[in-house]
Structures are given as C-alpha cells and as structure tokens.
Nanobody, 125 residues
C-alpha cells in the first residue's frame, strides 16, 4: 500500500520557520516528480513547489519564492519543505504529492497520483 505521510506542521509566529517532511512508503518515488500543495480555508488548492526526479525545481506563487526551499532524499524516499520567514497568509493545510516520471516539475494537481493526508500549518501574527 502506497502512503505519503507529512509531518512537521504546527503553530508558529510570523517570521518563524518550519520544516515539513513527507515520508513515502509502499514503493520508491526516486524516479518520480514530487511536490507540495497547500489549501487555505475557503480557497482552492495551491501549488507550492515541486522537484523532478532529476532535481529540477519549480516554485509556485511569487510569495513563496526566496522563503521556501524544496528538497528530496531519494535514498530515504523523503521530500522536505523548508519554510522561512513565515507569514499569516501561509496558513493552510500542506499536502505532499507524488507525480509522474518526468524531467520537469509539474505544477498542476491532476498530474499527481498519490497524495498525503496533509499537515496543518498555522502562522500567527
């Protein structure tokens, strides 16, 4: 059974940092793109960033560029998201996803087949 399990979410003050991790089990995703999405209450799911199996990285909204860093460890079958200088508008449920065997980093949710259950990130002002 394939599972993606996120961890590392929580409550943090504005300006703080969090590191999210996604652990995959049931199969290896070293040859797949993996990504992070987030969904705030009342809003659509938003692409945060993704990394292809060969390490090509793409970030979503300009608001996260320079503050968020995505990385992967294929040996451990994990995906991380380092989030710095957090803002209240970063508050959302963050989801890890595994996508296609591609040399690009997909940004649309329909390209991802496997999803985690999400982890809540709350940034207080």
């Amino acid at each position: 059974q394939v599972q993606l399990v996120e961890s590392g979410g929580g409550l943090v003050q504005a300006g703080g940092s969090l590191r999210l991790s996604c652990a995959a089990s049931g199969r290896t995703f070293s040859s797949n793109a993996m990504g992070w999405f987030r969904q705030a209450p009342g809003k659509e799911r938003e692409f945060v960033g993704a990394i292809s199996w060969i390490g090509i990285i793409r970030y979503g909204a300009d608001s996260v560029k320079g503050r968020f860093t995505i990385s992967r460890d294929n040996a451990k079958n994990t995906l991380d998201l380092q989030m710095n200088s957090l803002k209240p508008e970063d508050t959302a449920v963050y989801y890890c996803a595994a996508g296609p065997h591609s040399d690009y980093a997909p940004r649309t949710s329909y390209e991802y087949e496997y999803w985690g259950q999400g982890t809540q990130v709350t940034v207080s002002s």
